[in-house]
């Protein structure tokens, strides 16, 4: 269950006394400076459920020294508070006109180095940090954030503590995004690096995987705003995501269910998804809603 790690109004307490996990999220980077806030909703919670966290998707760690500090004082409070692992996007975010600026295979390589070090700080840990597959393309079709989305961008990304953590609707919304962008006529100099791929080509990813991000998206995003994609959806009929579920899905593998609520502090498409899972044989003792 994910929920604000700032508010844990969010929390369902059904989901706990089932024992199942809990994925706290910091959104904008101005909420590391409430890291202290972070960390006594923890002490609380981590003795309740399994515990993954997922770092501010807009903190740009690679480049900002003041936030990559706080990453590893994200990662210390993980490790504190007996976490299994930490989530991180690349979050290197940029506007599609500005994409002929930036070499991603250079900054893949500065990625990696950074990953490195992350690596020799949990040596002789048991926490992971999962480096999070993106779209090709930012929902609004306005941004990027590419560095990390066929599974070629993830073949260096190799280290004992570092992985991978996989998302079904950014994978689905990248293969989406790159057919209709490759047959439609979006000008090359909007779109990051564009590769084919099939589906279950991300199997190849499977030995590497920490941690699964699971819902559905709809919309293709295009730039520039041509059109939008919108995930946190629960799956339904589509095949393919039981398609990556069935390859992708093990035994000691977690998983968090990135599902979009009309209101977090009464969690409706939660347990639909955990249905959904459930009737796939996916998950142990599933049930729909009490």
């Known amino acids: 269950m994910p929920f604000w790690g700032l508010d844990v109004g969010q929390l369902d307490q059904r989901w706990l006394d089932r024992g199942y996990g809990v994925e706290a999220l910091l959104f904008r980077a101005d909420e590391l400076r409430e890291l202290a806030v972070l960390d006594r909703n923890l002490a609380a919670v981590a003795s309740?459920?399994?515990?993954?966290?997922?770092?501010?998707?807009?903190?740009?760690?690679?480049?900002?020294?003041?936030?990559r500090d706080r990453l590893y004082e994200f990662i210390d409070i993980a490790l504190r508070r007996g976490a299994r692992g930490v989530v991180v996007h690349s979050n290197y975010l940029i506007p599609v006109e500005r994409l002929h600026r930036h070499d991603f295979a250079s900054l893949r390589e500065r990625f990696l180095k950074v990953f490195g070090e992350v690596d020799e700080h949990l040596a002789g840990t048991d926490l992971w940090l999962g480096v999070e597959n993106m779209p090709l393309v930012g929902d609004l079709g306005d941004d990027v954030d590419a560095v990390f989305v066929y599974p070629s961008d993830f073949a260096d990304l190799r280290f004992s503590n570092v992985g991978i953590t996989f998302d079904f609707a950014h994978w689905v919304g990248?293969?989406?995004?790159?057919?209709?962008?490759?047959?439609?006529?979006?000008?090359?100099?909007?779109?990051?690096?564009?590769?084919?791929?099939?589906?279950?080509?991300?199997?190849?990813?499977?030995?590497?995987?920490?941690?699964?991000?699971?819902?559905?998206?709809?919309?293709?995003?295009?730039?520039v705003r041509r059109s939008q994609a919108r995930g946190g959806e629960v799956p339904g009929d589509d095949v393919r995501y039981s398609a990556l579920a069935q390859s992708l899905c093990g035994a000691g593998l977690t998983m968090s269910l990135e599902l979009a609520e009309a209101d977090y502090h009464r969690r409706v498409n939660l347990w639909r998804g955990l249905d959904w899972l459930s009737t796939r044989g996916l998950v142990a003792g599933g049930q729909a809603v009490p």
């Open 48 to 67: 309740e459920a399994p515990l993954t966290m997922h770092f501010p998707m807009d903190a740009n760690y690679l480049e900002d020294r003041w936030i």
């Open 174 to 223: 990248a293969l989406e995004s790159t057919h209709e962008a490759t047959r439609s006529d979006v000008p090359a100099d909007v779109l990051p690096p564009v590769q084919h791929c099939e589906l279950l080509d991300a199997t190849v990813l499977r030995d590497r995987l920490k941690h699964l991000h699971f819902g559905a998206v709809s919309g293709v995003a295009l730039p």
